[in-house]
């Protein structure tokens, strides 16, 4: 007999999968799909065959994935896969403790391009906001202009917040993520698992250690898995929560800023780098209004920053 499946928890060979009957089955992967450097990771979907015996279950088959979550494994030329059929990247961050920082935010947006991964954005802690430290509508019409959708959100509150600078706030949150599978990142000590646990109706609580300092709380989780909540599907995985773009070739970073890519063919030179004096370098000859040359400048800063990170050792020589 073979079935269609999702596979909800991954440990080296072994894997838990879904029916779509909604039964939890324990399967082993046919070896000659591992041996042909199939991989197999938690949110594929997968065709299982049952043994005669009816109690063991074998994974023949895997079935083509919409989405694909992975680092480039640069000395191997090859992608590792950590998750698959992602459908929502929700950055999280906080306005407060941990201090918001744009260059963060990109970095995920970096990423949330490379995999084809629709992003959006939860500004939480918005009980302690400081309008001195952060314009949080600058920030939402910055993603905004990038199709990305905000949410503000006082996670400690629940929905009893209600929002008092943007439009999405909770109940939107809760729309958004209907029906969809989603991956949350973000720093540590940003909110993750009380906004994921309220998001569950307190249902799941993710295991963290004891946060010490402000940023430096550190997760459990060694095994990936999906987890089925009310309204979505959350994808928990110790492989992506790296800031690190070290596996990024730097000639292809500027794809991942599709709309810096697009001013870019305006530059005079095709090897422009873009830094400030480049001859020809169309971000230094447009006649943009203040606030569209904040948000491309901020941009360009996040985007410089990472191409002087990258750089640093040529992408040949990298070990990831």
Request: proline content about 2%; hydrophobic content about 35%.
């Amino acid at each position: 007999m073979e079935i269609q499946a999702q596979v909800i928890r991954s440990s080296q060979r072994e894997f838990s999968c879904k029916t779509t009957e909604g039964e939890i089955v324990e399967a082993k992967a046919l070896g000659n799909l591992l041996k042909n450097n199939e991989t197999i990771v938690v949110g594929d979907f997968v065709i299982l065959e049952q043994k005669e015996d009816g109690r063991e279950w074998t994974i023949i088959k895997l079935v083509e994935r919409k989405s694909e979550i992975f680092r480039v494994l640069v000395r191997e030329q090859k992608k590792k896969v950590t998750a698959a059929n992602c459908d929502l990247l929700v950055i999280l961050s906080s306005v407060s403790k941990p201090a918001f920082k744009q260059g963060i935010i990109d970095r995920f947006l970096v990423r949330a391009s490379q995999w084809g991964v629709k992003p959006i954005l939860i500004f939480n802690k918005m009980d302690e906001y400081d309008s001195t430290k952060m314009d949080i509508t600058f920030e939402s019409s910055r993603l905004e202009a990038l199709g990305v959708l905000s949410f503000e959100i006082c996670a400690l509150m629940g929905d009893s917040y209600r929002p008092q600078f943007l439009e999405n706030g909770w109940n939107e949150l809760q729309e958004n993520l209907k029906g969809r599978t989603a991956i949350f990142l973000g720093q540590s000590g940003v909110g993750k698992s009380k906004t994921i646990s309220l998001l569950s109706g307190g249902k799941v609580s993710l295991k963290t250690k004891k946060v010490g300092k402000v940023g430096k709380g550190s997760h459990t989780t060694t095994w990936s898995e999906l987890i089925e909540l009310p309204n979505f599907k959350l994808i928990d995985s110790p492989g992506i929560r790296s800031f690190s773009l070290e596996d990024i070739d730097p000639n292809e970073l500027l794809s991942y800023f599709p709309d810096l890519e697009e001013i870019a063919t305006g530059c005079k030179f095709n090897d422009c780098s873009h830094a400030q004096g480049s001859k020809g370098c169309s971000f230094y000859n447009n006649s943009w209004t203040e606030a569209q040359s904040n948000q491309v400048f901020s941009r360009l800063q996040s985007f410089l920053r990472i191409v002087d990170e990258v750089g640093q050792t040529p992408f040949w020589q990298k070990k990831l």
